[in-house]
């Protein structure tokens, strides 16, 4: 994949300075246009062999461009506040918006190479990266994102001539770094490992270009020009991401048995009952929260349920139990302007608590295929996809220590009525029902039937759902405590079992 980066391509002082000034004009107009439509942001991933122009055609990108529009990230050895979560966080909270352009240094293939180059990990942890990586570009192309991914290349020999250049020159030996002397130690490996990542990760929906790197004309001209004709591209196309469903199509149950049938929503608690069991409950998420073993996991809570189905009544429970610096409440409703302009789980990822810590999501990423589904807030081919995108998702945080515990809390239709009508006239609590409240139950139907299809795609091993019987509140409101308890106890006692497998192997 790199011999026709290394036969020695150039380019004429004469020819570049003659190409420059319209190139630089026709990527500022493109820049511009980027700017003005705002449809899709733009993601640069720079890699490639040390010494090859990175930096030195990232610092021209600026001059020729508007760097006011232009994040450059570097991503170099992890903070604690990264170390304390999932390894993508770093990258979403980065991602430009919509109308803006991003370039990544040190991003998701140079950790993976480091890594495998210097034996952190062996093959299959590479190839498991290598599928993380295409999966997340795919979904990112599919939520609109224009990705260039740049592999800048010397050959060995070249490399090695450029060092010895530098290394005998006074003025100029200052610029060869600690990384460069590593990978020229390295570079045979660099590259075995590299040819294998660029192999399996060059597709239609985000390709990788290989560029020489030993004359600067020649890089600076290429990448301008493959920037200039993607964007172009782009920007003449009504939709960048495609409104082809490729998931499995859903098929409605012959019988019409809907798996919400299976709940007994005559399941209750007296009041004496529920007193006792729910501190008790809460005695025990207090200490299981304060345990040490605490500290290898954060936990998220997800709510969703038919409306008024006491799904803030069951969060205070939860939040009663514990001091209010171990735990975030985030209400999600529609989406901010700033949330539009990203890919629909950015305002998601933002809120990913640190190990030791607890996110309740009241409401989350599963409106993509229950409400914007239902209102048509999104088209038939994103929330198709976004099963897939969400396992996804689960599983990337869930390889990281968090333990997600999801509950659809449900009611009858009868039950929400009457509710309704509470609400409505009780006064401190009618701020509690609005006409959207109205309108989805008109569409009670199709959200029940949304809901057995989230079910049957996105309750995984890893992160099960919990369907509560919600018609009595005390009982709902023991069964989500009592469900946290058993899945902190149980995430500690397989983690238990894994630091005794380590201190064996150790021995």
């Given amino acids: 994949m790199f011999e026709s980066a290394e036969i020695g391509h150039a380019i004429d002082k004469e020819t570049y300075e003659a190409e420059v000034p319209a190139l630089r004009e026709a990527l500022l107009e493109a820049q511009f246009e980027l700017r003005q439509q705002q449809r899709f942001p733009v993601i640069i991933l720079i890699n490639g062999i040390e010494g090859a122009g990175k930096g030195e055609t990232v610092k021209l990108l600026n001059e020729w461009m508007d760097p006011r529009s232009i994040e450059v990230r570097t991503f170099d050895q992890q903070t604690d506040e990264e170390l ?8 979403w909270r980065m991602f430009p918006a919509k109308g803006r352009m991003g370039i990544f240094f040190g991003n998701w293939y140079s950790q993976m190479l480091q890594g495998r180059v210097h034996g952190l990990f062996k093959d299959p942890r590479l190839d498991q990266s290598i599928n993380g990586a295409e999966r997340l570009e795919k979904m990112l192309c599919d939520e609109g994102a224009l990705i260039f991914k740049f592999w800048f290349h010397l050959s060995k020999k070249q490399m090695k001539a450029r060092l010895k250049s530098l290394a005998d ?23 075995k490992y590299g040819e294998r990542v660029l192999r399996r990760t060059s597709r239609d929906y985000a390709p990788w270009h290989v560029i020489a790197g030993v004359d600067a004309r020649y890089r600076s001209l290429t ?26 199509p859903l098929f409605p149950s012959v019988d019409q048995l809907n798996l919400l049938d299976s709940l007994d929503l005559t399941l209750q608690l007296d009041k004496d009952d529920y007193e006792e069991q729910l501190i008790t409950e809460q005695a025990r998420f207090s200490g299981l929260m304060r345990d040490k073993r605490m500290r290898r996991h954060a936990l998220i809570a997800v709510f969703e349920g038919n409306d008024a189905a006491g799904k803030g009544g069951a969060i205070r429970r939860v939040a009663a139990a514990l001091d209010p610096r171990q735990y975030d409440i985030v209400p999600i409703a529609a989406p901010t302007e700033e949330e539009r302009a990203q890919p629909y789980l950015w305002r998601f990822w933002r809120h990913i608590p640190a190990r ?12 993509r295929v229950l409400v914007e589904r239902i209102e048509g807030f999104c088209s038939k081919a994103d929330w198709m996809r976004a099963y897939g995108e969400i396992n996804d998702f689960e599983e990337q945080i869930a390889d990281a220590g968090v333990i997600v515990v999801k509950f659809w809390l449900a009611i009858d239709k009868q039950t929400q009525m009457e509710r ?14 609005t006409e959207d409240d109205w309108r989805n139950r008109d569409r009670w139907e199709d959200y029940r039937a949304a809901v057995g299809d989230m079910v049957d795609r996105t309750s995984t091993e890893i992160s099960p759902w919990t369907l509560v019987e919600a018609n009595d509140k005390r009982w709902a409101r023991v069964k989500v405590l009592r469900t946290l308890n058993q899945a902190l106890e149980e995430a500690f006692e397989k983690s238990d079992k894994r630091e005794k497998k380590l201190q064996k192997r150790k021995r």
């Fill in 356 to 367: 030791g810590k607890f996110t309740v999501f009241d409401r989350s990423w599963y409106g």
């Fill in 223 to 248: 990448v301008g020009k493959i920037l200039l004709e993607g964007l172009q591209s782009a920007l003449k196309r009504p939709r960048i991401h495609p409104h082809k469903v490729s998931a499995a």
């Fill in 84 to 91: 304390a979560r999932p390894p993508a966080w770093r990258y």
């Fill in 420 to 433: 309704f009508q509470e609400r409505e006239e009780i006064p401190f609590k009618r701020f509690k029902i």
């Fill in 169 to 191: 020159d006074p003025l100029h030996s200052w610029r060869i770094s600690p990384l460069d002397w590593q990978q020229s130690a390295t570079y045979d490996k660099f590259v």
